[in-house]
C-alpha cells in the first residue's frame, strides 16, 4: 500500500466525531476523472465525492505547518509577473527543496510531493478546498463547520458529500481570512459577513459566530471557466440544429433586426446557459452591457461591459440594484442589454428601453410556461403594461425534467413568439417550436413566423430568403459538431466568422 492508498485508508477510520464513522465501506464507484472519484453508499442518500487530501489533524497538520513556515519565511509572496499556475510549479520545486533540506522533519520519502502541494495549496490556493475549486465540474463548495464533510454542488450529480473535513474551526476562519485579505476585505466582529467576488470570478461568502450560530461557515460559487456552447446543448438533446439556428439568425437579426428575447423556466432549468448561448452570437461588433446579479455570463465578445449589483452594506447603504444598473445602461450607447435575471423593477425598465428602440435585449425570468411568462411580466412587480408587452419578440421555455431513462434533462420545450393583435391588448402567443415529451424531440410547428415577417421587412430579403438562411446556419452548426469543435472560442471563431463574411456580402 502506497502512503497515499494509507493516507486515503485512514480517513474511512472511525474516528470519533468524523461524519462517515463505523460505515461498513460498501460504496460502489460511480464515476472518476482526474484525481476525483465519486462513490454511491448504501442508506446514505448524497453521494460522495473524493480526492486525496490530507487530514488537518495530528501529525500530518504539524507537517504541513512547519513547512509553510519554513517557506514563508525563505520564499517571496510578494507580487510578481508569473502567473498563479507558474507560482504554483515555481513555489511546488521550492517546497520539495526544503523538505530535502530538512530532513528533521521526517517527511516520507514516497509523500514528499503530496506535502509539497499541500504547501503550495496553503501559499497560493485554497488550502484544504484547492483541489475543489479546480475542478471545472463543481459549481458550489460549501465548508459548514468544523468535523463535518465539505459539501459539494456537481454539475451532474448535483448535491455531494466530500471527503475534506476540517477539524478546527480556527482553520476555516484562517482560509476565510486569507481568501478576504486577497480582496482587501476582512471578516471579523465588525463585519462578520463577506460578500465579494475574487478576481478569477469566483464569488465568495462567508459568516463567522456569532451570526452563523455553529462557527465559520464559507460558501464559494465557482466562474465555470469552460461553459456550455451551442454544441454542447445539440449534443445533450437540449436544442437541435434547425431550432439553433433560428435563434442565431434571431440573436444577430441579419444586422438588422435582432429580436427581443426572454428565455423562461424553473429553477436551474438552464436559462443561464441558453442566455449564454445566445448571446454568444452577437456579433463582435456590437457593444453589450449585461446586467446580473451574480456575474455567471462567459461571453467570446469584445466590446462587452458587464455590470454586478451590489448588495446594500451593513448600514444599509450603498445598494445598486438591478434597476439602478439596467437604466445606466441605457446612457452607455449600448447596442445589446442582456439582464441576467428579471424579477422586479428592471423588467419595467428593460421593456420601456424596447420600445424606446432597443432591439436584441435578452434576459431569463422565472415561470413555468410561455402564458405564465407573460402573467409574470404583466403583473407586480414587474408590472410591464400590456401594451408593451409585443414589443418582446421571442419566448423560449426551457425546462428540467426527471427522465425515467435519461436521469435529468434539460429542454427547450418551446419557442414561441408574440404576435400583437388589434382588437385584443393582450398580443397573441405563437408556438414555433415545440417539444414532444414521448419522442424526446423538439420539431418546428410549420406555422410562418411573425417575427420573420418583420425581419423580412428590415432586410428586404423575402421570408423564403429567410428560411434558407436559417438552413445554411444549421449547415454550418452542422460542420462544428462533425468536427467535434465545442469550445466557446472554437465555436464563435466560426460563428463570428460567417457573419462578418455575410455582411460583406450584403
Ligand atoms: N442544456 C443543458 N444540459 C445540461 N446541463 C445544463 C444545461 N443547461 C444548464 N446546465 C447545467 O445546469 C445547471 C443550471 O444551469 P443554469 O443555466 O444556471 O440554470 P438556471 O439559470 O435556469 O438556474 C448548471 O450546472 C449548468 O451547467
Ligand atoms: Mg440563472
Do not use: C
Not at 517546497?95 to 528533521?104: F, H, Q, R, S, V
Amino acid at each position: 500500500m502506497s502512503y497515499l492508498d494509507a493516507l486515503m485508508h485512514q480517513a474511512k477510520e472511525p474516528v470519533p466525531s468524523e461524519p462517515s464513522k463505523e460505515k461498513p465501506s460498501k460504496k460502489v464507484l460511480l464515476d472518476a476523472y482526474g484525481d476525483v472519484k465519486i462513490y454511491r453508499e448504501p442508506d446514505e442518500p448524497l453521494l460522495l465525492y473524493e480526492i486525496q487530501v490530507p487530514r488537518y489533524r495530528g501529525e500530518e497538520k504539524r507537517l504541513v505547518e512547519a513547512l509553510l513556515e519554513i517557506a514563508l519565511n525563505v520564499l517571496p509572496v510578494q507580487a510578481s509577473a508569473l502567473t498563479a499556475e507558474e507560482k504554483r510549479q515555481q513555489y511546488f520545486q521550492k517546497i520539495l527543496e526544503i523538505i530535502d533540506g530538512t530532513p528533521e522533519l521526517k517527511v516520507p520519502v514516497n509523500a514528499k510531493e503530496f506535502f509539497a502541494k499541500a504547501v503550495v495549496r496553503e501559499m497560493v490556493g485554497y488550502g484544504l478546498i484547492d483541489d475543489l475549486t479546480r475542478d471545472d465540474e463543481l459549481e458550489e463548495i460549501m465548508v459548514i463547520g468544523k468535523q463535518k464533510p465539505v459539501y459539494v454542488y456537481h454539475r451532474k450529480y448535483e448535491m455531494m458529500r466530500t471527503n475534506v473535513v476540517f477539524y478546527d474551526d480556527g482553520d476555516i476562519r484562517n482560509l476565510a481570512d486569507r481568501i478576504a485579505r486577497a480582496v482587501n476585505r476582512r471578516v471579523d466582529l465588525q463585519a462578520p459577513l463577506l460578500d465579494a467576488r475574487l478576481p478569477d470570478g469566483t464569488r465568495v461568502n462567508a459568516t463567522i459566530p456569532p451570526i452563523s450560530l455553529d462557527g465559520t461557515t464559507i460558501t464559494l460559487r465557482k466562474f465555470k471557466k469552460d461553459p456550455l456552447t451551442v454544441i454542447d446543448l445539440i449534443r445533450y438533446g437540449t436544442i437541435n440544429f434547425d431550432a439553433a439556428a433560428f435563434l442565431w439568425l434571431a440573436s444577430d437579426g441579419m444586422g438588422a433586426f435582432p429580436a427581443n428575447v426572454v428565455i423562461s423556466g424553473g429553477t436551474a432549468s438552464g436559462k443561464t446557459t441558453t442566455l449564454n448561448m445566445l448571446s454568444a452570437f452577437v456579433p463582435n461588433s456590437e457593444r453589450i452591457v449585461s446586467i446580473e446579479d451574480t456575474a455567471e455570463l462567459n461571453l467570446p465578445l469584445q466590446h462587452w461591459i458587464r455590470l454586478e449589483v451590489r448588495p446594500p452594506g451593513l448600514e444599509g447603504s450603498g445598494e445598486v440594484s438591478m434597476d439602478d444598473l439596467v437604466k445606466n445602461s441605457i446612457r452607455m450607447r449600448p447596442d445589446r442589454i442582456i439582464v441576467g435575471e428579471i424579477r422586479g423593477q428592471e423588467g419595467y425598465t428593460m421593456f420601456a428601453a424596447m420600445n424606446t428602440g432597443h432591439r436584441g435585449v435578452m434576459g431569463t425570468l422565472h415561470a413555468n410556461s410561455a402564458k405564465e411568462t407573460l402573467v409574470r411580466l404583466t403583473s407586480p412587480p414587474i408590472n410591464v403594461p400590456l401594451s408593451m408587452l409585443s414589443s418582446l419578440n421571442l419566448i423560449i421555455m426551457q425546462n428540467r425534467i426527471h427522465d425515467r431513462r435519461k436521469g435529468t434533462i434539460r429542454r427547450i420545450t418551446e419557442i414561441g413568439e408574440l404576435v400583437p393583435s388589434e382588437e385584443l391588448a393582450m398580443p397573441s402567443l405563437q408556438i414555433l417550436y415545440q417539444w414532444d415529451p414521448v419522442q424526446d424531440v423538439l420539431s418546428s410547428t410549420g406555422l410562418s413566423s411573425f417575427y420573420l415577417q418583420l425581419l423580412s421587412r428590415y432586410t428586404g430579403l423575402s421570408q423564403d430568403d429567410l428560411l434558407r438562411e436559417v438552413q445554411v446556419r444549421a449547415g454550418v452548426l452542422e460542420q462544428l459538431s462533425k468536427q467535434g469543435i465545442r469550445s466557446l472560442e472554437g465555436v464563435s471563431d466560426v460563428t463570428q466568422n460567417y457573419l462578418a463574411k455575410s455582411r460583406l456580402k450584403v
